[in-house]
């Protein structure tokens, strides 16, 4: 039930802060978004996928969706 209000309140989250960001003006999407945005998005999903498929998140898992998050940070920070 967790998982769902998760994914649900992302899905909502994601796509109505967008609708009225272009409703205010149309949106510019630079390269950055598509090499570093979308490349730790799509890595991310995958591992909380699995991770959500095996039905266990361990302490161990959970240090590491925060690396990711921290290398996430890094990345954006550095470039």
Partial sequence: MA???????MIFF???NVGVLALIQPL???SAVWTVQYLF?????A???LV????????PIG?????????YWVV???G
Wanted: aromatic fraction near 10%.
């Fill in 41 to 45: 998005f799509l890595a991310a999903l």
């Fill in 63 to 71: 240090v590491g969706l925060i690396g990711m998050y921290g290398l």
């Fill in 76 to 78: 954006n920070y550095l």
């Fill in 52 to 59: 959500l498929y095996r039905g266990v998140v361990s302490r």
């Fill in 14 to 16: 994601v796509t109505t």
């Fill in 28 to 30: 510019q999407i630079s």
């Fill in 3 to 9: 998982t769902g209000n998760v994914v649900g309140s």
């Fill in 47 to 49: 591992v909380v996928l």
